[in-house]
């Protein structure tokens, strides 16, 4: 290409670098939009049906204090609605309890002394995956409905919060909600099969189409450079 520039007039050459140029913008929309739909399935592809989002110090405690929080899909937006946290500790009675509303339906974790035996008991939504109510250190998956714009198009989805109640007897007593399990392709999820034993697939979001973009733009200008130097 340099020689054949070297034979031709300045008018020549400009228009030779101006075809060079347009064949050079051509390939870069080719090959960003090769790279942005390669990554999109990569990503559609690593979600399996049923997903899960580990929650990390969503709990209130007699011992740890309150970090409850209502958004369980990391949005920045409320899914869930947390009323009525408390907890009761009583060291001469031996009473030790954390308790929360989620939705309007009580969550508890509690130790108690009754006819001079230390017992223990916890209390769920019901209509999930788990005993509804039961003693020592217990999880439960509790039925919920909510709402994400990266999940299932922002569509109303139902799924399963799990909420760990356990006591640490006559020391202390804790609810945590440890993760919310739903179907990423589907706004609802039968429970069948589910168990609080079964760890899923971490849900990851999407990225958006610009997100994706620029991901190819940053690679294809990253080879650009190597192939230069």
Same mark, same amino acid.
């Given at each position: 290409?340099?020689?054949?520039?070297?034979?031709?007039?300045?008018?020549?050459?400009?228009?030779?670098?101006?075809?060079?140029?347009?064949?050079?913008?051509?390939?870069?929309?080719?090959?960003?939009?090769?790279?942005?739909?390669?990554?999109?399935?990569?990503?559609?592809?690593?979600?399996?049906?049923?997903?899960?989002?580990?929650?990390?110090?969503?709990?209130?405690?007699?011992?740890?204090?309150?970090?409850?929080?209502?958004?369980?899909?990391?949005?920045?937006?409320?899914?869930?609605?947390?009323?009525?946290?408390?907890?009761?500790?009583?060291?001469?009675?031996? /009473?030790? @309890? !954390?308790?929360?509303?989620?939705?309007?339906?009580?969550? %508890?974790?509690?130790?108690?002394?009754? #006819?001079? $035996? +230390?017992?223990?008991?916890?209390?769920?939504?019901?209509?999930?995956?788990?005993?509804?109510?039961?003693?020592?250190?217990?999880?439960?998956?509790?039925?919920?409905?909510?709402?994400?714009?990266?999940? /299932?198009? @922002? !569509?109303?989805?139902?799924?399963?919060?799990?909420?760990? %109640?356990?006591?640490?007897?006559?020391? #202390?007593? $804790? +609810?945590?909600?440890?993760?919310?399990?739903?179907?990423?392709?589907?706004?609802?999820?039968?429970?069948?099969?589910?168990?609080?034993?079964?760890?899923?697939?971490?849900?990851?979001?999407?990225?958006?189409?610009? @997100?994706?973009?620029?991901?190819?733009?940053?690679?294809?200008?990253?080879?650009?450079?190597?192939?230069?130097?």
């Amino acid at each position: 290409m340099k020689k054949q520039a070297t034979f031709c007039d300045k008018t020549d050459s400009f228009a030779i670098m101006k075809l060079n140029t347009t064949a050079s913008k051509s390939r870069l929309v080719q090959s960003l939009a090769t790279v942005t739909g390669t990554l999109a399935a990569t990503v559609a592809s690593s979600q399996a049906a049923t997903v899960q989002i580990t929650l990390t110090g969503n709990k209130i405690s007699t011992t740890g204090g309150n970090t409850l929080n209502a958004d369980v899909t990391g949005d920045l937006t409320n899914d869930i609605i947390i009323t009525d946290a408390s907890t009761r500790k009583s060291v001469v009675a031996h /009473n030790y @309890g !954390a308790f929360v509303k989620v939705n309007g339906v009580r969550l %508890s974790a509690q130790s108690f002394i009754e #006819s001079s $035996t +230390v017992k223990a008991k916890a209390q769920f939504i019901g209509g999930g995956v788990g005993e509804a109510t039961g003693s020592g250190s217990i999880k439960y998956l509790n039925p919920i409905s909510f709402t994400d714009l990266r999940i /299932n198009g @922002g !569509a109303l989805t139902q799924g399963y919060l799990e909420v760990h %109640s356990f006591t640490v007897e006559q020391v #202390s007593a $804790t +609810v945590a909600l440890t993760r919310l399990i739903f179907d990423d392709a589907s706004t609802t999820l039968a429970t069948t099969g589910l168990s609080t034993g079964t760890t899923y697939t971490t849900f990851v979001p999407e990225p958006s189409s610009l @997100g994706l973009l620029a991901l190819g733009a940053g690679g294809l200008l990253a080879r650009r450079r190597r192939q230069a130097a």
